[in-house]
């Protein structure tokens, strides 16, 4: 597949053909799942891929949950007037988890995505369509959403390039919200140039966004410089949740690091344990309260009853998968009077802790190294339970958490060929450093 910096270059008319080529190889390769539908804005310019939470204006979009079905988006989202301005037409809608709920797109309505490289294994999630179809030859580039790793995980299992922005960077007008304090929008690409292309489209202030920065949107890609240097933080001690692959592998990502100038300082972090209670007790709360309005009266899917408590029943019973009802009831419960001191409050004050971690490390690096997963690509979920898919999350929602920007590259691939992630993390709004010296390891890895 053309990269998007080719694709910018071709001639109006060949950038308007790329979406009938895009078709046509998702068609051959449909049993990768990873396209719901081939959605089509109908304007002109390259084609971007664009995850089902996030609205184009008079598509379909579900957020791959039956209870959103049939609902048409009144609405662009912010960054598709943005791609629209930048030349970039969205088309199609990619598979992902419910409500960007998990880490395998598993929970998806329309079926599971497969991993281009290994189809027995999951392609991560909850961008697992975006993902899958960047890596599997299938989109030019695509957007995805992160809120605990969403964009980076699944761009890690199936070997592309994926940035979470700082909180605030890019505007989340328009992005069905999951959890609204950690969600950001991003891109997923072939490489770390298209990487910096599409996060410099997206990114920028919106007045319907308060948590949006009023800043200029990002010039990376110009400034884009390979040849800098870093000092880089490790933590040795995340590597106790690692397998020996991804150990290696990093240790590997250390070594080319120091050889090509980069200044390797051994960093500690606290127990990194309690990352994961403190993520899973915020972005339930704060789910359970975004998803109160799917009810059956304004949006999507009704089931009828006896009275409207009936419907709003019916509705939420039929229309929300058992991973997001999990989630709805384990929100509600900590933000019920009785236990809000115990666990809401508890999470939110752990929060400003690790906040004040990462302060502490930047305040004499530029950037964190650390892996993505602490697997490769796990098979379908034969293998793996609900608990042991949270606590995959232990590298990524630090950075979430912390609103922190971040990115996964490729950096290798396992025995069994499957791809090996590594992430840069910086400091708020400094996503030109990890963009750089992702530059720069993509190369030297060449
Ligand atoms: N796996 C995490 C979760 O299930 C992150 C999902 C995301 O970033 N949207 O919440």
């Known amino acids: 597949m053309v990269t998007l910096k080719e694709a910018l270059l071709l001639p109006k008319q060949e950038q308007n053909a790329l979406k009938a080529i895009i078709q046509n190889k998702a068609q051959q390769n449909i049993e990768l799942n990873a396209y719901i539908d081939f959605s089509d804005d109908k304007y002109e310019g390259v084609p971007i891929l664009i995850k089902d939470n996030i609205n184009v204006k008079d598509w379909q979009i579900t957020c791959a949950s039956k209870i959103l079905q049939g609902y048409i988006a009144p609405y662009n989202a912010n960054v598709i007037e943005r791609l629209r301005a930048n030349g970039m037409s969205a088309f199609g809608r990619a598979n ?197 309005r799917f009810d059956g009266i304004r949006f999507g899917h009704r089931i009828e009853g006896k009275n409207l408590k009936d419907v709003y029943i019916n509705t939420r019973t039929n229309g929300f998968g058992n991973e997001v009802k999990n989630r709805i009831l384990l929100g509600s419960f900590v933000l019920s009077s009785g236990y809000y001191d115990a666990y809401y409050l508890k999470a939110q004050k752990m929060r400003a802790l690790i906040k004040q971690q990462y302060e502490e490390i930047f305040s004499d ?33 630090g950075a979430n958490l912390a609103g922190l920007p971040a990115i996964c590259l490729p950096v290798g691939e396992s025995k069994e060929g499957l791809p090996i992630g590594m992430q840069l993390i910086g400091r708020a709004f400094e996503e030109q450093n990890i963009l750089d010296a992702a530059f720069g390891l993509e190369y030297q890895l060449q």
């Open 96 to 292: 992902m988890d419910e409500f960007a709920m998990g880490s395998t797109t598993e929970s998806s309505c329309y079926g599971r995505t497969k991993n281009p490289k290994n189809s027995a294994c999951v392609p991560g999630g909850s961008s697992g369509g975006s993902a899958a179809a960047v890596a599997g030859g299938l989109a030019i580039a695509a957007l995805g959403s992160d809120t605990g790793g969403s964009i980076r995980q699944p761009a890690g299992y199936c070997g592309c390039v994926g940035l979470k922005p700082t909180y605030g960077r890019v505007s989340r007008y328009g992005l069905i919200a999951y959890s609204s304090s950690l969600d950001q929008i991003g891109p997923i690409t072939q490489n770390v140039e298209d990487c910096a292309i599409l996060f410099d489209m997206i990114s920028g202030a919106d007045k319907k966004d308060s948590t949006c920065a009023n800043l200029k949107p990002s010039e990376t890609f110009k400034k884009l410089d390979r040849e800098r240097g870093f000092k880089i933080g490790v933590l040795r001690d995340f590597l106790k949740d690692a397998s020996p692959t991804i150990a290696k592998a990093y240790e590997d990502t250390i070594k080319i690091l120091e050889a090509n100038g980069h200044e390797i300082i051994p960093k500690k972090m606290i127990d990194t344990s309690f990352h994961i209670s403190t993520y899973y007790i915020l972005c339930t709360a704060e789910a359970s309260s975004n998803l109160a």
């Open 365 to 397: 690096v530029d950037l964190i190294l650390c892996p993505v997963a602490p697997n490769v690509a796990p098979k379908f979920r034969s293998s793996q339970s609900p608990l042991e898919m949270y606590l995959s999350d232990i590298y990524t929602i």
